[in-house]
């Protein structure tokens, strides 16, 4: 029983509808309210001045001579003054000691207050005999000792006034009734029209109307960022798809070497030491992908705060401390302290230690080493605080990186030709789309140029818009 009360969803072409056509028909009785007053008031003008021009005619008949008023009104004239195939005719003259001086007895009379304006042209609204009148008076003043304003007044009733009203009104809202249907079909055509669905691509912002101007550009940013999204989504899957493969594949293959017939303990252990380094990678190349998709898909609505990128560098140190102990490297820091002014800038501290801790393994992994022999990787983080500018620097001594493959090698998956390191290839991705969403540079260049092991120096500069 309550469903029956509530309000049934409307679509948007019926609500749109009923916001423009329910104020044109609310305002359609108010319209002809309007028109009636403005009609009544344009007929009455030509027989208001018709009257006015009667009482001007009657007082140039009033006159004087030594002691009495003088008013003659030729039959002949009566008759013409009165005569009117619709509306009757009143008159009346009224004396200087308040006689009838000629017309109609029970005409009524005028407010005395309008004496105060003699010789000028009164027009109101009165009745005679019940029945509503418009008359036009004069008070006039006469040369006689002692003696009072004449009045001088004419009026008829209003039945020409009416008709002409109406005539007007007419005029003006038969054509407006044979519209109004027809503007409600071209509203329903072209709101249908306007509405009617189409596609998922971007509107065109140059075409609509400037009200709507800020929605259609809100709307085609939701559209492109909904249109990166999927594609971030795409490519995510087919990466993981054709990073996973090779792991999944030796380890199923390393499964069934396992379980083999006449394996002896020590290939089996052998098959559980390749599966688990191939779960390693597998979990590795994981991790990567989805550093890498969160990367991507960040933007200018990512959490952001200040962040001492001299407390990220030597955290990111401390958890690749027994890594490079493994590997006999030389793992370490120089550069400014954290209490160094101009190492703060505004960021994700998530995102920004996932840039620091990509570029120091792929160091790691690049840079030869061995005991007698251990690799170097330093470090540094910089600031120029009369630029406010923040730099990382991480330099190894590995081999370097030919010229010809610097900008190659921050792509997703690619690998420098001749080398054996086993990593998933997105390392440098990773930091790419990092430094990206920060507005900084990423420059690469050879640590010690002219040495057999040149190295490589990666600096990523963080500019004064983000410090």
């Given amino acids: 029983m309550v469903k029956l009360f509530q309000l049934r969803r409307k679509s948007l072409f019926g609500q749109i509808l009923d916001w423009m056509l329910t104020p044109l028909l609310l305002l359609l009785p108010l319209s002809v309210m309007l028109s009636w007053v403005v009609a009544e ?15 001007k005619a009657l007082v140039q008949l009033i006159k004087t001579d030594q002691q009495h008023l003088l008013f003659n009104l030729p039959s002949p004239a009566r008759e013409i ?9 009143y008159y009346q003259v009224i ?13 009524p009379i005028p407010p005395e207050d ?23 008076y004069e008070w006039v003043k006469v040369d006689l000792p002692n003696a009072k304003p004449v009045l001088v007044q ?35 055509l072209a709101l ?15 075409y609509v109307p400037k009200e709507i101007a800020p929605l259609v550009a809100s709307f085609n940013d939701l559209l492109t960022r909904l249109k990166d999204s999927i594609a971030t989504q795409k490519r995510f899957l087919a990466d993981a798809a054709h990073q996973l493969k090779t792991p999944l594949a030796g380890l199923r293959m390393q499964a069934d070497l396992a379980q083999r017939e006449g394996s002896n303990t020590q290939e089996l252990k052998k098959s559980l030491q390749l599966i688990g380094r191939a779960s390693i990678r597998a979990t590795h190349t994981v991790n990567q992908l989805l550093s890498l998709a969160r990367a991507e898909s960040g933007n200018t609505s990512i959490a952001r705060a200040p962040c001492n990128m001299v407390e990220i560098a030597q955290s990111v140190i401390q958890d690749s401390l027994p890594h ?15 209490d160094s002014r101009g190492v703060r800038i505004l960021g994700n501290a998530t995102l920004l230690k996932e840039l620091v801790r990509n570029l120091v393994d792929n160091a790691m992994n690049y840079t030869p080493s061995s005991a007698e022999n251990p690799g170097v990787i330093t470090v540094r983080v910089l600031s120029n605080t009369a630029g406010k500018v923040v730099a990382l620097q991480v330099e190894d001594s590995g081999p370097g990186i030919p010229a010809a493959e610097r900008e190659q090698i921050f792509r997703p998956f690619y690998r420098a030709l001749g080398t054996q390191v086993d990593g998933s290839g997105l390392g440098l991705a990773i930091v790419m ?3 990206r969403l920060h507005s900084a540079m990423v420059n690469v260049q050879d640590a010690s140029p002219g040495k057999p092991q040149p190295g490589a120096s990666f600096t990523v500069r963080f500019p004064h818009t983000s410090a």
Avoid: C
């Avoid at 309008?114 to 036009?136: F, P």
């Avoid at 109406?166 to 249907?181: A, N, S």
């Avoid at 249908?192 to 140059?206: A, T």
């Fill in 41 to 55: 008031s344009i007929a009455g003008r030509p027989f208001d001045r018709g009257l006015e021009h009667n009482v």
């Fill in 433 to 435: 789309e990092v430094a």
């Fill in 324 to 338: 490079a102990m493994e590997k006999h490297i030389d793992l370490g820091y120089e550069g400014v302290n954290a």
């Fill in 154 to 188: 004419v009026g008829e009733t209003l039945e020409k006034r009416s008709v002409l009203a109406t005539e007007i009104i007419k005029g003006v809202l038969l054509p407006q009734l044979v519209i109004l249907p027809l503007v409600i079909l071209l509203v329903w």
């Fill in 114 to 136: 309008d004496k105060s304006s003699l010789g000028e042209m009164h027009l109101r609204d009165d009745k005679m005999h019940g029945v509503n009148i418009r008359v036009a």
């Fill in 192 to 206: 249908g029209h306007g509405i009617k669905p189409d596609d998922m691509s971007p509107l065109e912002g140059n």
């Fill in 95 to 107: 004396g200087t000691h308040g006689e009838l001086v000629s017309g109609d007895g029970d005409f």
């Fill in 81 to 89: 003054l009165r005569a009117d195939d619709t509306d009757t005719i």
